[in-house]
């Protein structure tokens, strides 16, 4: 009882502080963005940081939704009061800036163009850990942890978050355990010039990862499937992009897929440009065809893809003979779009 009574005057003078701060003119922003982005902050990854850091340089909103401080007040107007998303919108193309928050990615996903989408996300087990810690500090959360592993809300959150495209389509997805090198990624291919700094952490943690036991790690692996699959791909591209950016090679966004009819279908685009993207499609390990990824898509059709959307390709394999094993590679680089043993 007394633990909750001083967690409550916690928050009602940190409350207060927010209300103070809020009152105090906001610091006009020193830099120019070369273009809007669009900034996916999932809960316990390092967001605060980012966010905290791009406010003190550049034009920003927020959506940390209706009751949150945070919150722009064109997006209370055009998504909480009165909702009209094709006049905030309009407002956000007047500028660029960038658009922080709380949201899934597919609210804000015609925003901006794809390549201007940023995020991370973090090991599953430790944003987990987090997530709760931040939970019983800040949201007045009483169950213990055990509970809090199994409720739906709180697991797959960091998939959820990005569950509208495919995250090697989107602009850079960093890793939380990597920040430093992530945020050097950025300030290097974007040219934002963001600073280091770490916000946020919370010093009260009623769990730590090291104290989980084997069966707390099991349900949260076993509920949290789809971010531990997340984590390893976004782990995965971010060692292929930092290689390719330290090796001065371009970098192709691409995804792709084998349809029922045995069409092979997806899009590729340049991380900068609009030029399209040559191809190279191998049967059993060997080159049958060349082409361009210049075809209108329909994949994803809320995105903001390059090109007007024609970054598509379709491959009837139908019309190859005993076909085994399929890869597609960016002919310019050697890249991976796509491979599957048949």
């Known amino acids: 009882m007394l633990k909750n009574t001083l967690k409550k005057l916690i928050n009602i ?4 502080d927010q209300k103070t701060n809020k009152k105090l003119p906001k610091l006009k922003p020193v830099k120019n963005l070369p273009h809007s982005f669009i900034f996916v902050h999932i809960p316990k990854t390092a967001g605060t940081s980012f966010r905290k850091s791009a406010e003190e340089l550049y034009p920003t909103w927020g959506d940390y939704g209706k009751k949150s401080l945070h919150t722009s007040e064109l997006i209370q107007e055009h998504c909480y009061q009165q909702p009209d998303m094709y006049s905030l919108k309009r407002a956000f193309d007047n500028d ?6 709380h949201f899934l990615s597919q609210k804000y996903l015609d925003f901006v163009d794809t390549r201007r989408i940023l995020s991370f996300v973090r090991d599953t087990h430790e944003q987990v850990v987090s997530h709760y810690n931040h939970c019983v500090t800040h949201l007045d959360y009483e169950g213990d942890f055990d509970d809090f592993i199994k409720l739906p809300r709180y697991c797959n959150v960091q998939s959820r978050y990005l569950s509208a495209l495919p995250v090697s389509l989107l602009g850079f997805v960093g890793l939380t355990e990597k920040y430093d090198e992530s945020l050097a990624f950025i300030n290097q291919k974007f040219g934002l010039g963001i600073t280091f700094k770490q ?5 009260e943690k009623t769990q730590v990862k090291e ?3 084997p069966d707390q790690c099991e349900i949260i692996a ?5 971010d531990i699959t997340l984590f390893n791909q976004v782990k995965a591209l971010f060692e292929q992009r930092v290689t390719y950016q330290n090796n001065n090679l371009v970098w192709v966004h691409c995804c792709g897929h084998i349809n029922p009819n045995n069409i092979l279908v997806g899009c590729a685009y340049y991380e900068q440009g609009e030029e399209a993207v040559e191809l190279e499609l191998f049967i059993n390990h060997q080159s049958v065809k060349q082409f361009y990824a210049d075809q209108f898509t329909g994949l994803y059709p809320k995105a903001k893809f390059p090109r007007a959307r024609y970054v598509g390709f379709h491959v009837n394999l139908n019309n190859f003979e005993h076909v085994m094993q399929v890869q597609l590679k960016v002919r310019e680089t050697g890249q991976i779009i796509f491979e599957k043993n048949l």
């Open 211 to 213: 104290t989980l036991t």
């Open 199 to 203: 916000d946020n952490v919370g010093l």
């Open 222 to 226: 076993k509920n949290n499937s789809l």
């Open 96 to 101: 660029s800036q960038i658009l922080s928050g």
């Open 13 to 16: 003078k940190q409350t207060a």
